[in-house]
């Protein structure tokens, strides 16, 4: 089993920046391609950025791009999402998620493994 616990959230300004982090633990081997994803209140959980399993290819949803930034360090098991320029529809509870494919998985059906979540919350 793969455990992934997330880290980083809080509350920004709009125009602010924050980085949410990921830490995978467990049978790590088992999970290769990352993702995030987020859920408004009241909304369905929506993709947000993917990364390939050794990082070389991402994808991101037409809302975010440019603006946010998704990598990995392998070596200590962690992804991280960069978000600049934050708007408050930004707001969201930011999920980490895993799959056991080695490529970019935008749907949550391709993914295996979920954190708890964290809170971004962008004032105005």
């Known amino acids: 089993q793969v455990q992934l616990v997330e880290s980083g959230g809080g509350l920004v300004q709009a125009g602010g920046s924050l980085r949410v982090s990921c830490a995978a633990s467990g049978r790590t081997f088992s999970s290769c391609g990352m993702g995030w994803f987020r859920q408004a209140p009241g909304k369905e959980r929506e993709f947000v950025a993917a990364i390939s399993c050794i990082g070389g290819s991402t994808y991101y949803a037409d809302s975010v791009k440019g603006r946010f930034t998704i990598s990995r360090e392998n070596a200590k098991n962690t992804v991280y999402l960069q978000m600049n320029s934050l708007k408050p529809e930004d707001t969201a509870v930011y999920y980490c998620?895993?799959?056991?494919?080695?490529?970019?998985?935008?749907?949550?059906?391709?993914?295996?493994?979920w954190g708890q979540g964290t809170q971004v919350t962008v004032s105005a």
């Open positions: 998620a895993g799959t056991v494919f080695t490529g970019v998985a935008v749907r949550i059906r391709e993914y295996h493994y």
